[in-house]
């Protein structure tokens, strides 16, 4: 198993990103035959509820973080939740899932949604190029 920080979260619910305000937050790959992750969040209590019609519903939700550096490019993992803890004052979400490397990949999400906005020719080039720098979060359509 390898064990990373993680330090940006966001759950797509709905067509919907939601961003998950970090407490703290630790990401696991299991390294077993199914090539599953565990991703914990610490956060804010107030989504709760959000996080316990999902886990009722027992709905798979797509996760995007960011491991171990701000900069670093989101990954994207299929999940559900595992278990949702309350504290005092925060809760604990915990995912299991899969990483999503076929549809995942950033410069090609990025390209699609620029297609999407009817961009061609040189003027395309020039905003992929610059979105490719920036890496400016994306929303991503689920199955």
């Known amino acids: ?43 804010d209590f107030s989504l709760y509820d ?31 939740i595992a278990s949702l803890h309350k504290f005092e004052k925060h809760i604990s979400v915990l995912f299991e ?7 995942s990949d950033y410069s090609e999400l990025l390209l699609d949604s620029l297609l999407e906005k009817g961009l061609g020719g040189q003027a395309l080039l020039e905003e992929f190029k610059d979105k490719m720098k920036s890496k400016p979060k994306l929303k991503i359509k689920h199955d």
């Open 97 to 103: 899932g899969q990483l999503r490397r076929n549809r």
């Open 1 to 43: 198993m390898k064990t990373f920080k993680l330090v940006a979260l966001e759950v797509v619910d709905d067509g919907n990103t939601v961003e998950i305000p970090l407490v703290d937050g630790l990401i696991i790959n299991k390294e077993n035959e199914c090539a599953s992750w565990l991703l914990e969040a610490y956060t």
């Open 50 to 80: 959000f996080f316990k019609k999902i886990e009722e519903q027992s709905r798979e939700v797509i996760v995007q973080a960011v491991i171990s550096k701000r900069e670093n490019t989101p990954a994207y993992f299929q999940t559900r």
